[in-house]
């Protein structure tokens, strides 16, 4: 509501070209604010703001306007301008927003940017996607294993404005191998020893991060240590940057969100919601929906072939719809659950015999359970009990069929090298939709036959 109230005072501040109130405002407040302040403003109004700020403060309010208004900017304003503004930003967040706008502007833009953020930009953005190297920023505090505190003072006061934290710093040897690390706590406290060397400061029993390594990894170690930083090395333990806790927060949103869309049977987009054009959204929809209707179709010809048996016990197909969402309502349970600990490093393929014993427990007394309650409402409806007998016999064996699939089918994506959300709920329960119907008919054909 603020900044709608704002947005006159700031549009009479550009229409009287007022430098010294547009400088004010940029410098005043917090980033943050001062980019809630420009929402109503057009991109090309929002640079026209930003233009008074100096240049160090210009990509902080950047970082935090929205991403439609970044990519209007970048595609819209002189691009000597916008080169030196991209120069200022993140190197990781530099890599991630010129990987969104078109690829002929991004050649204008590399000429013009200078030429250390133009070849670690390219480095970046090198490394495949979804690794710890493409996630990474170089802006590392890094000190010499040498220095003494006193000189790693001076040195840390030279770099602190170019760099994104510096909770820890990082003490490397000179061919840039990482040997330890000392916090900005243990070197301040050790101001009271100015002689004393950093190698006899630092921890050396440090939590890495390949360069290479899945992202989603790196977030469990950050997670499972609390750290606010974990350090990227390459194989020959050369430290090439850091991975913060900001971006740890990035890389599990992403992948929640995409788990999320796969658990539904949904393939992830890029886009939010309300910005994915609506043909794509169709499109990503479509893929699996097709898959689950192929599906379907199983289904229906599977009761196409037990056409006969289910003519000759009508009163079978009563409960057909409880046999099926049974089956299909434990498998998707089961799934998403297995699924869910294996994202959060709980579960792993090698816990395969554990899981599939708890899962058959679990399904045994579920299973149970249910078959109880189907045989008290069969009992009354079927013309014995013996043909009664026919739905808690199949429910036991549905759920834990459920239970098995829904357990198994994720670990088995898993050790394959896949995304185990591959295997969504709706996918096992269209798996067990086909053998529900197979064991309930033949479960039928051994209980009512009269031979």
């Known amino acids: 509501m603020i900044n709608t109230l704002y947005l006159p005072e700031l549009r009479e501040m550009l229409n009287e070209n007022d430098g010294a109130e547009l400088r004010e405002f940029c410098t005043a407040i917090h980033p943050a604010?001062?980019?809630?302040?420009?929402?109503?403003?057009?991109?090309?109004?929002?640079w026209q703001v930003m233009r008074h700020a100096p240049p160090w403060l210009r990509g902080q309010i950047f970082a935090f306007l929205d991403e439609e208004k970044q990519l209007e900017i970048l595609e819209s304003q002189d691009?000597?301008?916008?080169?030196?503004?991209?120069?200022?930003?993140a190197a990781d967040d530099r890599v991630d927003l010129l990987d969104d706008i078109d690829e002929e502007i991004v050649e204008e833009l590399l000429p013009l940017m200078p030429t250390e953020e133009r070849r670690e930009f390219l480095r970046l953005r090198s490394y495949p996607e979804g690794s710890a190297g493409a996630v990474m920023t170089t802006e590392a505090a890094k000190l010499d294993e040498n220095l003494t505190v006193e000189a790693a003072l001076q040195e840390l006061s030279r770099q602190a404005m170019e760099l994104e934290t510096i909770y820890y710093l990082f003490i490397v040897d000179d061919t840039d191998h990482l040997r330890g690390l000392v916090s900005a706590r243990q070197l301040v406290s050790a101001i009271a020893?100015?002689?004393?060397?950093?190698?006899?400061?630092?921890?050396?029993?440090?939590?890495?991060?390949?360069?290479?390594?899945?992202?989603?990894?790196?977030?469990?170690?950050?997670?499972?240590?609390?750290?606010?930083?974990?350090p990227v090395v390459d194989h020959e333990h050369r430290m090439l940057g850091i991975i913060t806790h900001d971006d740890v927060i990035d890389v599990m949103r992403e992948e929640a969100r995409e788990d999320a869309h796969r658990i539904a049977a949904v393939e992830p987009f890029e886009a939010s919601y309300s910005k994915t054009p609506l043909l794509?959204?169709?499109?990503?929809?479509?893929?699996?929906?097709?898959?689950l209707f192929l599906f379907a179709l199983l289904t229906a010809a599977a009761l196409r072939h037990y056409d006969e048996q289910l003519a000759r016990w009508g009163w079978l197909a009563w409960f057909l719809p409880l046999v099926i969402s049974s089956g299909g309502n434990?498998?998707?349970?089961?799934?998403?659950?297995?699924?869910?600990?294996?994202?959060?490093?709980?579960?792993?393929?090698?816990?395969?015999?554990?899981?599939?014993?708890?899962?058959?427990?679990?399904?045994?007394v579920l299973g149970g359970f249910l078959a109880t309650i189907g045989f008290a409402?069969?009992?009354?409806?079927?013309?014995?009990?013996?043909?009664?007998?026919?739905?808690?016999?199949?429910?036991?064996?549905?759920?834990?069929?459920?239970?098995f699939s829904g357990a198994v089918l994720p670990l088995?994506?898993?050790?394959?090298?896949?995304?185990?959300?591959?295997?969504?709920?709706?996918?096992?329960?269209?798996?067990?939709d086909i053998v529900g119907i197979v064991i309930y008919i033949n479960v039928a054909m051994v209980v009512l036959s009269r031979v």
């Open 280 to 291: 794509l959204l169709s499109w990503k929809r479509g893929i699996w929906l097709t898959v």
């Open 33 to 46: 604010r001062t980019a809630e302040f420009m929402e109503g403003l057009t991109a090309g109004e929002s």
């Open 193 to 230: 020893k100015p002689d004393v060397k950093l190698s006899d400061l630092m921890e050396t029993d440090l939590v890495t991060a390949d360069v290479m390594e899945d992202q989603e990894d790196v977030a469990r170690k950050v997670a499972k240590y609390d750290l606010l930083a974990i």
């Open 330 to 364: 434990t498998g998707s349970q089961t799934a998403t659950l297995i699924i869910t600990a294996m994202a959060l490093g709980d579960v792993k393929p090698s816990d395969w015999l554990r899981v599939v014993f708890k899962e058959l427990g679990t399904g045994l």
């Open 412 to 432: 088995v994506f898993r050790r394959l090298g896949l995304d185990p959300a591959l295997m969504s709920s709706p996918f096992v329960a269209g798996i067990i």
């Open 377 to 403: 409402a069969a009992a009354m409806m079927a013309t014995s009990v013996r043909d009664a007998m026919v739905i808690p016999f199949t429910l036991l064996l549905v759920v834990l069929c459920g239970t």
């Open 79 to 89: 691009r000597s301008e916008i080169a030196d503004l991209v120069g200022d930003l």
